[in-house]
Structure formats: structure tokens, C-alpha cells
């Protein structure tokens, strides 16, 4: 099973972008498929964007056109560029991995969109 570490969280201005690292210790994290979730205070968890083993990607309604998901097999990250940010998008960001029915989930990061 992997162990998921997210970084690059930050405070940015509406408007602006940052990008979020996924990186996996262990091997085979080629094998998974991998999201990026969502949790603002007092909501639930939602999906964001999951890129698959197959480096096929999907993305959230809410996030298309301004995030794109992505994937290093050679250095084990996934990546999550985020454009065009809104307060709403405000929130902490996790790493989901999964892989015959195992998931491993990441610390998560935080990312504050405001002026």
C-alpha cells in the first residue's frame, strides 16, 4: 500500500493558480488510480478530478476548464494545476490513491483562495 503526501498549498488571490503535488512512497504507484478530493469546513468531501492507471483523465464539473490532473510515472506524482481560482475553491485538497480495493488517502494540504 502507498503512503500519499500533498504539498503545495498556499494562499492566492482570486484569479490566481497553484499547483498540488501528490507524491507516493512505495512501489507500483503506477497501478493506481488516483484522485484529488475536496473538504471546506462544514462540507462534505467531493471529488475534484481522478486520473486513472491509463493516464485517463475526469474532472468535476465545477473544476473543468481551470484544473488539469495529471501524472509523473517516473517520479511517482500526480499533480494537480489549478487556474482561474475562487474563493469558493477554498478548501484542504487530498490525495486518494486506489488500488484493488485498497486506498490509501494523504495528510492533505491547504489552499486559501482570498484578497
Known amino acids: 500500500q502507498v503512503q500519499l503526501v500533498e504539498s503545495g498549498g498556499g494562499l492566492v488571490q482570486p484569479g490566481g493558480s497553484l499547483n498540488l503535488s501528490c507524491t507516493a512512497s512505495?512501489?507500483?504507484?503506477?497501478?493506481?488510480?488516483v484522485a484529488w478530493y475536496r473538504q471546506a469546513p462544514g462540507e462534505q468531501r467531493e471529488l475534484v478530478a481522478s486520473i486513472t492507471r491509463d493516464d485517463s483523465a475526469d474532472y468535476a464539473d465545477f473544476v473543468k476548464g481551470r484544473f488539469t490532473i495529471s501524472r509523473d510515472y517516473a517520479k511517482n506524482v500526480v499533480y494537480l494545476r489549478m487556474s482561474s481560482l475562487k474563493p469558493e475553491d477554498s478548501a484542504v485538497y487530498y490525495c486518494?490513491?486506489?488500488?484493488?480495493?485498497?486506498?490509501?488517502w494523504g495528510q492533505g494540504t491547504q489552499v486559501t483562495v482570498s484578497s
Open positions: 512505495g512501489t507500483l504507484f503506477g497501478i493506481y488510480d
Open positions: 486518494n490513491a486506489k488500488w484493488s480495493g485498497l486506498t490509501s
